[in-house]
C-alpha cells in the first residue's frame, strides 16, 4: 500500500488544507506536451537514483548567454568563472570589444555608454545570440547606463537597454515622467524571448573581481535550498522613499506571512533591519542603509532600498546598489537617473516573492517586478534560484518538496521505468495556495518520475480523499 502525505518542508504550528488522491497504478492518458524541466533524485548519500520531471518554473543555465568585453580584464575573468560556475556552453559566451573609458572630445569624464555606441554592440550580440538564449548576463561592471557622449545620463540603464532596446522618445525625456512600460511585468513565462520578443539582462557587477566572484559563490549555495528566511519590509521615517511601496509592502506581509509559506515582517518607523539572521527579502525605502552588514542573509536573499540614485553603482551621493551584494545578498537593484519615486519604477515586492518563490530565478522575479524598467539597472547572480523542487527517494520513500504547485490545479505524479515508459500514476496532489509542500509515496521505487498538471481532470479516486483541518489563511497572493 502506498502512503501519500503531503505538508511542508520542516515543522509547522497549524495544519493546512489539502487534497490528496492516492491511486493503485494506472496508464497515464496522453496530454500535450508542457514546459518541464529535470532534476535529480538523491539517495540518503546525496547519490543520484532517479530523474523527476517537473513543470518548468525557471530559466535554464543553457539558455543564457553571458556578454564579455575582452578589453576589461575583470569582466574576462568574471565571465570565465561564471561559465565554469553555472555549466555554460562555450557557444553562449558572446565576445565582444569596446573601450569602457572612453570619452569624446570636450567630455573630461566617462559616465556611460553613448547610443550609438551601444547600438553597435546591441546589433553584434542579437546576431549572435540563438532564439533559444532566453536571457543575458553582462560580465562588466563599467558602463552600467547609456549616456550621450558617454557623459549626459539618459533614462536608460544598460541591462533595461540590452532587454527592450532604446527608445528614442524616451531616451532624454523628462527623467520624471512615465517610461515604456514592462511587457512581461509579472508574467508567467518562463521563456521571456520566445514569448515576448525580450531577453532579461542582469550584471555581474561590483568592484573587484574577488566582490563578483563572492555573489556568484553565494547565489550558487542557494539552488533549490528551499530556505525558510525572514522577509523585512519596511516602511522608515522617510515617507518619500518609503510611501511609494507603501501598501504593496502591507500586502505581501498579509499575503505571505504563514506557517506553510513565509515568515514576513511589516514595520513602520523603524529606520532598518540590524543585527539579524536568516534574512531572505528586505526592501525599504531609503537613501543609505548603513547597518546592513551587521545582518546574515540566506543564500539567494533579494534587498534593494528606494532611493534615486542606487543605481549609480560607484556614485557616493546615495548608497549603491552594490552595497547590498558586498553584505552578502544575491541580487539587488538600483535607478541610474532621478526617478522621482513613482512606485512603478521600483520592484514590487508582492511580484517579486510570488515569482521567486515559485521557482523562478532573481534575474526573472526582479525584472517581473518592475513595471516601469528603463531606469533601473539590476546587479547580482542572475540564475541564484533558492526556490523550486527539490526530491529524494530513502529506503523506498519518494520524497518531494517543492514551492511551485499552483493553486487549484490538481498535478499527477507518475513513475516509470526509463524516461519512455510505460508510465503509472501513483498520486494526485494539489494546494490551496502558494506554499511549501512535501509530497511522501512509500512503496513506489523507479528510475523516472514526472509531475504534471491535470488540468483540472477530476480522476476518479480508489481512497478516502484526504482533507486535514483547514488553518485560517488569506486568499491566493
Known amino acids: 500500500m502506498h502512503q501519500l502525505v503531503i505538508g511542508w518542508p520542516t515543522f509547522a504550528a497549524v495544519t493546512f488544507l489539502a487534497l490528496a488522491h ?28 532517479a530523474t523527476l520531471s517537473v513543470p518548468r518554473s525557471g530559466i535554464q543555465s543553457s539558455e543564457v548567454a553571458v556578454l564579455i568585453n575582452d578589453n576589461d580584464p575583470q569582466s574576462v575573468e568574471i565571465a570565465t568563472y561564471y561559465q565554469r560556475a553555472r555549466n555554460i556552453p562555450d557557444h553562449n559566451m558572446i565576445h565582444l570589444n569596446f573601450d569602457q573609458d572612453k570619452t569624446y572630445p570636450s567630455f573630461t569624464a566617462n559616465h556611460g555608454m553613448d547610443p550609438s555606441d551601444f547600438a553597435v554592440l546591441k546589433a553584434q550580440v542579437d546576431k549572435a545570440a540563438g532564439p533559444e538564449i532566453q536571457a543575458l548576463v553582462i560580465s562588466w561592471s563599467r558602463p552600467f547606463r547609456i549616456a550621450n557622449f558617454n557623459y549626459y545620463s539618459t533614462n536608460y540603464s544598460i541591462t533595461s537597454a540590452f532587454t527592450y532596446g532604446i527608445d528614442a522618445d524616451h531616451l532624454a525625456s523628462n527623467s520624471c515622467g512615465a517610461t515604456p512600460v514592462n511587457p512581461y511585468y509579472d508574467s508567467r513565462s518562463t521563456k521571456p524571448y520566445t514569448e515576448f520578443g525580450i ?18 559563490d553565494n547565489g550558487l549555495k542557494a539552488d533549490r535550498t528551499l530556505p525558510a528566511g525572514n522577509g523585512w519590509f519596511l516602511k522608515t521615517a522617510d515617507n518619500a522613499r518609503s510611501a511609494p511601496r507603501e501598501r504593496d509592502f502591507q500586502t505581501t506581509v498579509q499575503n505571505w506571512n504563514r506557517p506553510e509559506a513565509l515568515t514576513m515582517t511589516y514595520s513602520v518607523g523603524r529606520p532598518e533591519v540590524r543585527n539579524t539572521r536568516n534574512i531572505l527579502f528586505y526592501e525599504t525605502g531609503s537613501a543609505n542603509v548603513p547597518s546592513l552588514k551587521t ?16 543605481g549609480d553603482l560607484f556614485g557616493t551621493d546615495q548608497m549603491s546598489a552594490l552595497r547590498w551584494l558586498e553584505a552578502g545578498v544575491a541580487a539587488s537593484y538600483g535607478t541610474v537617473t532621478e526617478p522621482c519615486a513613482h512606485p512603478e519604477k521600483f520592484p514590487a515586492a508582492s511580484v517579486l516573492v510570488k515569482n521567486y518563490f515559485i521557482g523562478n530565478t532573481a534575474l526573472e522575479a526582479y525584472t517581473k517586478s518592475v ?3 528603463s531606469q533601473g539597472v539590476f546587479v547580482g547572480d542572475p540564475l541564484a534560484r533558492p526556490f523550486g523542487t527539490q526530491a529524494t527517494l530513502v529506503n523506498g520513500t519518494l520524497s518531494i518538496k517543492t514551492s511551485s504547485l499552483e493553486p487549484g490545479l490538481r498535478y499527477n505524479l507518475y513513475s516509470a521505468p526509463s524516461t519512455t515508459g510505460p508510465f503509472s500514476r501513483i498520486a494526485t496532489v494539489s494546494v490551496p495556495s502558494y506554499q511549501l509542500a512535501t509530497i511522501n509515496v512509500t512503496g513506489m521505487s523507479a528510475l523516472f518520475y514526472k509531475l504534471e498538471p491535470g488540468f483540472g481532470t477530476a480522476w476518479p479516486s480508489r481512497t478516502k480523499e484526504i482533507e486535514p483541518s483547514t488553518a485560517a489563511m488569506p486568499s491566493k497572493p
Open 295 to 310: 545582518n546574515t542573509y540566506v543564500p539567494g536573499a533579494l534587498a534593494d532600498h528606494l532611493t534615486s540614485s542606487g
Open 371 to 373: 513595471r516601469w524598467p
Open 199 to 216: 531577453r532579461p539582462s542582469m550584471m555581474l557587477a561590483g568592484v573587484s573581481a574577488t566582490s563578483v566572484e563572492a555573489t556568484i
Open 22 to 49: 492516492l491511486f493503485q497504478p494506472n496508464s497515464a492518458a496522453a496530454q500535450a506536451a508542457q514546459p518541464t524541466e529535470s532534476l535529480n533524485v538523491l539517495d540518503a548519500n546525496s547519490a543520484v537514483v
